[in-house]
């Protein structure tokens, strides 16, 4: 499968913005997601971007796409503490194929 | 409630035995998925349906069986597993549509004695 990086951790203070940061291999990517997943569930999609796009706001989230260095980022402004959770960056090649990383454990601290 | 539906929420077997999981998703959708979730590890893709039909086995070992009898229904067989198989598995569905969002469900979280 393709590779889909991500630091395992981040830690940040209420009211602060929290960056989030994926690589990824394939450049043939044609969508590219964020998901949330809270304790005891499964993932949720928060916002994708198409590849051709090169950044996309929504309300508190930004994501940015650098396509020549494969590197795409979840910004969330104004962090709260129901935003603590674990976020997964992914994939989408061709057909039905999902690429995800290990995931970015965010914790909130009020 | 993403309209996928796993079950059991919780197993507990030992290695010897076998039992099933099972998926079921409400929304229409063409494609069906199973991952393993471990901790610090990627998302793992084990198997694609689409259309009832199995498009990917991501190198799975077979003690794992899938089985996918419709588009609506998706399981997974377990037998002779090994305690490094514990883990969270999550099923989750898509439509062959533009934007190809999974949606998932909210896990089985499978530990072998």
């Known amino acids: 499968g393709e590779d889909v990086e991500q630091s395992l951790f981040l830690s940040v203070r209420e009211g602060d913005s929290s960056v989030i940061n994926c690589t990824y291999t394939?450049?043939?990517?044609?969508?590219l997601y964020w998901y949330k997943q809270e304790p005891g569930a499964g993932l949720q999609l928060l916002t994708y971007?198409?590849?051709?796009?090169d950044m996309k706001q929504d309300q508190r989230l930004t994501v940015l796409l650098n396509k020549k260095d494969k590197h795409l980022s979840l910004r969330i402004a104004d962090t709260q503490t129901g935003d603590s959770a674990i976020y997964f960056c992914?994939?989408?090649?061709?057909?039905?194929?999902?690429?995800f990383g290990t995931g970015t454990s965010l914790t909130v601290i009020p | 409630e993403t309209g996928v539906t796993q079950t059991p929420r919780h197993l507990v077997m030992g290695m010897t035995n076998k039992k099933s999981l099972k998926c079921e998703q409400h929304?229409?959708?063409?494609?069906m998925y199973w991952y393993k979730q471990s901790a610090k590890k990627p998302l793992e893709l084990m198997f694609v349906?689409?259309?009832?039909?199995?498009?990917e086995n991501n190198s799975v070992p077979s003690r794992f069986s899938p089985e996918c009898p419709n588009s609506s229904h998706l399981f997974l067989h377990l037998h002779t597993l090994q305690p490094e198989d514990s883990a969270l598995y999550l099923c989750?569905?898509?439509?062959?549509?533009?934007?190809?969002?999974?949606?998932f469900g909210e896990g089985s979280r499978l530990t072998v004695l």
């Open positions: 929304l229409g959708h063409n494609a």
């Open positions: 394939d450049s043939s990517s044609t969508y």
């Open positions: 349906y689409n259309f009832k039909e199995q498009t």
């Open positions: 989750a569905s898509s439509s062959s549509g533009s934007t190809g969002e999974l949606f």
């Open positions: 971007i198409f590849s051709n796009m």
């Open positions: 992914a994939e989408s090649t061709s057909g039905n194929q999902f690429y």
